[in-house]
Structures are given as structure tokens and as C-alpha cells.
């Protein structure tokens, strides 16, 4: 193959990649998969797929094409029935870890992203006024708006479950250690340090959740049923108006990668502001590998980024984040990332940990 065709066999591929996508999960949102599951005698025939699905015998065959295909689903020419192939070796686990990602996709990213060059222009993530009339960043918007909230929030839940344990464990924290859990959203992270760290003879552990005071009573009330208000607190405040001190750790998890280097380093000199000489940072962010050609994630995360939650921002390499934090008056103490080699291949994020001690100035 040319050059010439290799280019444009990959245009063709980037062309076809969104109508792959919602046939694929069309399948599955229609039932077809879950009938295709379900069987145990052999095959299903079109008809008897598109009666359980309530849909049309030809539009079921129409959207079996694909799945038949990329080996998905086998199709039996003789009996004219479909059976399950591919998809039969994925478990629930698997399907749990997938499916969440493909329906954030398609009702947080798919719409706006048709604003994406627009809202790279204005530098506002457009696609959040033109469909929602909402002036402001995704994050924002899906607390006004369920199901943005319950597509994004479902993702987010199966991302934190698979990543935060892997945080906690490198976690490294000293007796009587006092953290503030910076932009701790609702407490789940202090209450997760908390029961990680608590529990290994760490003496009075105390966390501080850390966000915008709207956050305080969802917060509190998630401290008091898991029976952690002892050792878990918050207070309220905005980390670009300053940080309360008194703290020996800032934990920064999944934030940073919302904004570009300037309000990265507003962030790491507030932090800074805060800590007494010793005090630590320790951060989890998504990543992008050194060499990007490796990267998943550079598929994603800018189209994401920019054209449908903050309009800026995006991961950096891990070695970007380490000039950043000594350039803000930290010695870097550890930076390592998540090895791939170890994650299921449908993962997109890979994360790293970035920690730094503040130093005598």
C-alpha cells in the first residue's frame, strides 16, 4: 500500500468511526445483544430477534451486518440465524467496564462535539449553551441536568473503582497525618483515604474534603453513614481564592487535567501557599505517554476536553507534570505511572502519580 492510500485508508476510518459506534451500541441499547445472550438454542433468526427487540426483521438485519463483520455475532447462512461469537467471551465484568464508557460517549460527547471548533474559538464549551442553554463547563451542567449526571457520573464511578485503590495504596502518609483532599467533590475520596490509610496504624488520621460549599451537606451526610465524621471533615472555598493551612498533604485526584499549564500552576502555587516547608503534594492524573503514538488517550481526551467539559485543559506527560510542580517550588519525590500492561486493552485513561515535597525557599 502507498503512502498515499494508507493516509486516506485512515480518513476512511476516522469517517466511518461514529456510524461503527452507534450501531454497536444500538445493539445493545435495542436488546439484540441481551436476546443474542439469552439463547440457548443455537441461533435466533432475524425475525425472532427484531419481535423481542420490537423492531423491524429488516432493520435487525441491517444492524447485525456490522456485528456480524468485526466477528461480534456469527451468522448462519443455512439456518438463516444469528448466535452470539466474539461477544460471547466477554463477561458481565467486561460489559460493565464497557458499556458505561459508550453511553457517556454518546450523551456527553456526541452532541457537542459537533461545537468542537467553535468551541475551541471561543474558548466556552459551546455545545453546553447550543443544546442545554447553559452557560458554564460540563461539570457544572451535570448538576442541573440528570442525564448528563447519570452517563458521565456512571463512567466516572467505574473509572475511581478501578484507579483510586491503585492511588491509595502509593499513598504515602505519616502518623497523625492531617490531608486535605483538594476538590474532594462529595467526600467519597477522604472517606477512601481514610479507610486505606485509617486502618494501618496510622494513629489519628484526619482528612479534610476540600470544594465549593454547595458540596457540605451531601458531604457531611456521606461522612455519618459510612461512620468516619471522627476522623473526615470539610470545608468549603474555591482553590483559586486560597487553601485553608494547617494540613502535612494535599491529595490532588482527578483535577488537574481540567486546565491548561496557567490555572495548573495557579493551582500548584496555592497549594504551595498553604503548606509548611516539608508539607507534601501528592497528585493522580490521566497521562499521556512520553511517546504519544502509544496513547489511547490522545484520541479522547482533546476532543473531550475542549469541545464538551471545560473548553481547555487536557492530560500532559507525566515528565510535563514534574517540570510544572518543581517550577511552583516542590522537589518531585515520586513519579510513576500505571503499567499498562496490567489493564484490560479496552482502558482509555492511563493514570500517573506525581508527588512533591515542598522546600525551603
Not at 94 to 111: F, G, H, Q, S, T
Not at 282 to 307: C, R, T
Request: hydrophobic fraction near 40%; charged fraction near 20%; include cysteine.
Amino acid at each position: 500500500m502507498s503512502s498515499q492510500d494508507a493516509v486516506l485508508t485512515k480518513f476512511r476510518e476516522y469517517t466511518l468511526g461514529p456510524l461503527r459506534f452507534m450501531n454497536l451500541l444500538s445493539c445493545f441499547e435495542l436488546g439484540i445483544v441481551d436476546s443474542l445472550r439469552e439463547d440457548t438454542g443455537g441461533g435466533l433468526t432475524a425475525g425472532r430477534i427484531a419481535e423481542k427487540a420490537g423492531v423491524t426483521p429488516a432493520a435487525a438485519e441491517q444492524l447485525l451486518h456490522l456485528l456480524v463483520k468485526e466477528d461480534f455475532v456469527s451468522f448462519d447462512e443455512s439456518a438463516s440465524t444469528y448466535a452470539l461469537d466474539g461477544l460471547r467471551d466477554l463477561t458481565g465484568e467486561d460489559l460493565a467496564r464497557v458499556i458505561p464508557w459508550m453511553n457517556m460517549v454518546k450523551e456527553v460527547c456526541l452532541r457537542q462535539l459537533y461545537h468542537l471548533s467553535d468551541s475551541v474559538r471561543t474558548g466556552s464549551v459551546v455545545g453546553l449553551k447550543e443544546l442545554f442553554d447553559f452557560d458554564g463547563n460540563f461539570y457544572e451542567a451535570s448538576t442541573r441536568y440528570p442525564e448528563l449526571q447519570a452517563s458521565w457520573g456512571s463512567m466516572m464511578d467505574q473509572v475511581t473503582d478501578f484507579i483510586d485503590p491503585w492511588f491509595y495504596d502509593q499513598l504515602d502518609v505519616g502518623k497523625d497525618t492531617k490531608i486535605l483532599d483538594l476538590a474532594g467533590n462529595t467526600g467519597l475520596g477522604a472517606i477512601l483515604a481514610y479507610r486505606h490509610k485509617g486502618a494501618q496504624g496510622t494513629g489519628n488520621l484526619q482528612v479534610t474534603c476540600f470544594d465549593f460549599p454547595e458540596k457540605e451537606a451531601e458531604a457531611r451526610e456521606n461522612f455519618r453513614k459510612h461512620g468516619v465524621e471522627e476522623h473526615c471533615s470539610f470545608v468549603g472555598g474555591d482553590v483559586f481564592q486560597g487553601l485553608p493551612k494547617g494540613y502535612d498533604t494535599v491529595m490532588i485526584k482527578h483535577f488537574l487535567d481540567m486546565f491548561d499549564q496557567e490555572n495548573v500552576y495557579r493551582i500548584f502555587q496555592s497549594v504551595h501557599d498553604a503548606l509548611e516547608v516539608g508539607g507534601q503534594v501528592q497528585v493522580l492524573v490521566p497521562i499521556y505517554p512520553e511517546d504519544v503514538k502509544a496513547s489511547n488517550a490522545v484520541d479522547f481526551f482533546p476532543a473531550y476536553m475542549l469541545g464538551c467539559t471545560m473548553a481547555q485543559g487536557g492530560p500532559q506527560k507525566i515528565s510535563t507534570y514534574e517540570q510544572w510542580m518543581e517550577a511552583c517550588g516542590f522537589k518531585v519525590t515520586k513519579a510513576i505511572s500505571q503499567d499498562i500492561s496490567t489493564m484490560p486493552p479496552d482502558v482509555i485513561p492511563v493514570h500517573g502519580i506525581i508527588c512533591g515535597t515542598k522546600m525551603a525557599s
